[in-house]
Each structure stands twice: as structure tokens, then as C-alpha cells.
């Protein structure tokens, strides 16, 4: 089965640059797709297809994907951005496949 | 724009029965894959079920193949889940989710999300 390694957390300073990886054997060779759920709330979709953001979705939101890192990459990051950011793809043998979750805390 | 309500959660004793159902508005249903995720209580996103945008073809997580089934009606713009043979480890927020597929095969993002059902599976 295809995993998807996130690290549970990321702590990063309000202005400053957060990266979230999802690790994948040859994830590069896939689209990945990366949601934010804030407490109470369904998942957002706020990159896909690797670099593309949904209307909406401010522009300090942006993904990149080489190798077997996947990354999601929120610049002067704000309050508002602290949730939980899962990484997602598709995969021939188990289909939908979503990374573990990495939970985002504005410092 | 689609807006997706789910429905058909709450709580259940272990071994029961149980069907979820998500109404969608909007034109496109007919030609959208769609998908069922689940978050147990403190856990991450579980994908598990799609359904192609004619109930062509269905396919399911290994932890709920031959327990679930999903299913479709185009007709009423409803999406369901009929939940089989239950367990406490199927406890979750349920969320039916739209696919970005322009084919319907429910192999891209998931861009529009209800706002989920809870089911409780307890004695």
C-alpha cells in the first residue's frame, strides 16, 4: 500500500515561511493535493495538482513536488493559518491515499 | 455553486446497521465522482469509498470492503453509504466529498465537502 509521511507538527512565527513535506516513494511521478481543516470544521482544499490553488486561496499558499517530497509552503504566515494540512493522492492499487496530518502552530 | 449536506448519523450498537446519505445542489452531480472520508474522533482523514459519476464503478478502503456500500442515485442528487456489520473502530465524522475529475472517476482533488455526520458506534 502507498504511505504518506507528514510530521505531526510545524511551529512557525507569525511573517515567517512554513513548510509542510509529504513523503512518498516517487511521489514527484504524482498529483498531490493538500487540504487545511481547521477545529470543528471540513477540510479546504488549498493546493492541487501539485502547484495550483483554488479560487480563493490566498497566494502565500503554494505547493511544489519533486522526487519523494511533496511540499506545501505558506509564506508570512498569519493566526488564522494555525489547522491541520493533510497531503493527498491518488493511487492505482488503494486509490485515495491522505499523509498522516501535520498540525500547524502560529507561535 | 455545489453545496453537499450529509445526513443519517448517530449512534448505533456494535453489529447494526447503519446509511448515510449526502444531498447535493447544483447542476453538475451527474457528472462528479464522489467520495465518502472519514476522521475518527482526534485522528487524521481516511478515505473510504468512491463512486464514478454513473455508479459505473466503486471502490472501497480495505478496513470497510464487504462491511460498505456505496451507492448513487442521479436522479435525486443523493449520494449513500449503507454501513453494514459495524464496530467501535467506525466511529468518525463522516464527510461526502466531490471529485475534480473532468472524467468522474473520482481519481483527483476532493473540492467540495459537506460539513459531515457523526456515527457513534457503541453498546
Known amino acids: 500500500s502507498y504511505v504518506l509521511t507528514q510530521p505531526p507538527s510545524v511551529s512557525v512565527a507569525p511573517g515567517q515561511t512554513a513548510s509542510i513535506t509529504c513523503g512518498g516513494s516517487?511521489?514527484?511521478?504524482?498529483?498531490v493535493h493538500w487540504y487545511q481543516q481547521k477545529p470543528g470544521q471540513a477540510p479546504v482544499l488549498v493546493i492541487y495538482?501539485?502547484?495550483e490553488r483554488p479560487p480563493g486561496i490566498p497566494e502565500r499558499f503554494s505547493g511544489s513536488n519533486s522526487g519523494n517530497t511533496a511540499t506545501l509552503s505558506i509564506n508570512r504566515v498569519e493566526a488564522g493559518d494555525e489547522a491541520d494540512y493533510y497531503c493527498?493522492?491518488?493511487?492505482?492499487?488503494?486509490?485515495?491515499?491522505f499523509g498522516g496530518g501535520t498540525k500547524l502552530a502560529v507561535l | 455553486q455545489v453545496h453537499l449536506v450529509e445526513s443519517g448519523g448517530g449512534v448505533v450498537q456494535p453489529g447494526r446497521s447503519l446509511r448515510l446519505s449526502c444531498a447535493a445542489s447544483g447542476s453538475t452531480f451527474s457528472r462528479d465522482g464522489m467520495h465518502w472520508v472519514r476522521q475518527a474522533p482526534g485522528k487524521g482523514l481516511e478515505w473510504v469509498a468512491v463512486?464514478?459519476?454513473?455508479?459505473?464503478?466503486?471502490y472501497y478502503a480495505d478496513s470497510v470492503k464487504g462491511r460498505f456500500t456505496i451507492s448513487r442515485d442521479n436522479s435525486k442528487n443523493t449520494l449513500y453509504l449503507q454501513m453494514n456489520s459495524l464496530t467501535a473502530e467506525d466511529t468518525a465524522v463522516y464527510y461526502c466529498?466531490?471529485?475534480?475529475?473532468?472524467?468522474?472517476?473520482?481519481?483527483?482533488?476532493?473540492?467540495?465537502w459537506g460539513q459531515g455526520t457523526r456515527v457513534t458506534v457503541s453498546s
Open positions: 466529498a466531490r471529485d475534480t475529475s473532468i472524467t468522474g472517476d473520482g481519481t483527483d482533488a476532493l473540492d467540495i
Open positions: 493527498q493522492v491518488w493511487d492505482r492499487s488503494d486509490h485515495q491515499v
Open positions: 516517487n511521489i514527484g511521478s504524482k498529483s
Open positions: 463512486i464514478w459519476y454513473d455508479g459505473s464503478n466503486k
Open positions: 495538482y501539485d502547484t
